[in-house]
Structure formats: C-alpha cells, structure tokens
C-alpha cells in the first residue's frame, strides 16, 4: 500500500531565510509526487508535481521540491521565506497498480508552516 | 487556475436535519473526489467518481452518499446530520488522464 509522511507538524522559518517542509513516501511502483497548500479556512491549492524527468521540479509561488528517489523523498522548499507562505502543506502520492490504473491520491499529515517576520 | 465551486461555504445546522453539499465544475473532468478534513488534519477521501453514473466509496467510511447524474456536478448528502459529522468537506476533480487533482474551496459543516 501507498503510504507518505510528513514527520514535522510545525516548521518556523524567519523571513528571507530558506524553508524546507519534508516528505518521504512509500510505494511499490513509481510515484507521482504532489504539493499542495492550504490558506486559513480555504481549499487546497495545487503547488507542484512530480512525474517523471528532472528531480528538481518547480512550482507556483518560487516554491521548488526535489525527488529523491534512494531517499525516497520529495521535500517542498524556497531559497527565501515569506510570511504569506504562512499556511498548511500537504504531500500527496500516488502510484500504480499491477493492471496499471492509478490509485487514488493519498495525502500527508500536513505540515503548518509559519513564516515569522 | 481550476472552475471547482462548493456551495454553502459554510453551514450550522441542527441535529436530525438533511443537508446536501453542492460540488459543480466547468473543466468537464469526468473525474469527482469528496475529501472530509479535520482543521489542520489529513485529508481523507470519503467519495469519488469516474464519471457519469459512477460513483464509489472511499477509504474512509461515510454515511454520507453522493451522485453522478451529470459529468459537472457531484452533490454528496447527509440524510441525518450529526455532531460526528463536523467538518470540512472539500469537493476536486481531475481530467481523465491528468495527475493533477484541484479543489474548491471547501463546505465548513458544524451539527450542532
């Protein structure tokens, strides 16, 4: 079975210095590797993906996440922190079964992340 | 930016009552997905569809039920609200073939 963890519920980062928000997975195929953020009392937002190709993927908002694959990781990060970064971060995987359908997305903890000024 | 809307935003009802959440995208994904949330939890998948009169359970047992009578809307119901039933209830939807899943903006639902 699929499974992704995020082993820090809270990171706090100062303003202007670097984040990383950490996500490890665990699949028996090839992931598919998913960001997303969530704003106080709002739907999730899709940040970055991770199919295939390069292992460090960027995305929305100078957000970068990078694939490990004999780490099997894949955490968010951002050379410099803003306090609006201040929100939720879900890591979402999804892998393939044997017949080659995908399985449905299975989603982290999450992780608050507050940017302090 | 993803056409994914929820309708009521926010909702306080009585114990015993009916509500229906609405769910309705303009993207004509045939794919449908209700997630239930707990502030600041994982999300859980509670429903999903593949399209037009398909519709399956997901991992986390509900006791809501939805439908798939048309590919742009998916409202799930709750035929007797509860306390244990407070939450939030975020609807997304995805293309056939596409990776990427996008949300609406979430239902707050508080039985009270």
């Given at each position: 079975a699929q499974s992704v963890a995020q082993p820090e519920d809270q990171v706090n980062v100062a303003e202007g210095n670097p984040l990383t928000v950490k996500c490890t997975y665990s699949v028996s195929g090839n992931p598919y590797l998913f960001w997303y953020v969530q704003y106080p009392n709002r739907g999730l937002q899709f940040l970055l993906k991770y199919i295939t190709g390069d292992n460090l993927v960027k995305g929305s908002y100078g957000f970068e996440a990078e694939f490990n694959k004999s780490q099997t990781s894949f955490h968010l990060k951002k050379p410099s922190a803003l306090v609006s970064d201040s929100a939720l971060y879900f890591c979402a995987v999804r892998d393939f079964l044997s017949s080659g359908s995908a399985r449905q997305l299975t989603f982290g903890s999450g992780t608050q992340l507050t940017v302090l000024p | 930016e993803a056409d994914i809307y929820q309708t009521p935003r926010y909702l306080v009802i009585g114990t015993g009552k009916k509500i229906t959440l609405e769910c309705s995208q303009t993207m004509?994904?045939?794919?449908?997905?209700?997630?239930?949330q707990d502030p600041g939890m994982e999300l859980h998948l509670i429903h999903y569809s593949y399209g037009v009169n398909s519709t399956e359970k997901g991992d986390l047992s509900s006791e809501?039920?939805?439908?798939?009578?048309?590919t742009e809307h998916f409202p799930l119901t709750l035929e007797s609200a509860r306390p244990s039933h407070t939450s939030q209830y975020l609807c997304a939807s995805s293309p056939t073939g596409g990776n990427t899943i996008y949300f609406g903006e979430g239902s707050w639902l508080t039985v009270v």
């Open positions: - | 004509g994904h045939d794919k449908m997905y209700w997630y239930q809501s039920t939805v439908s798939r009578i048309r």
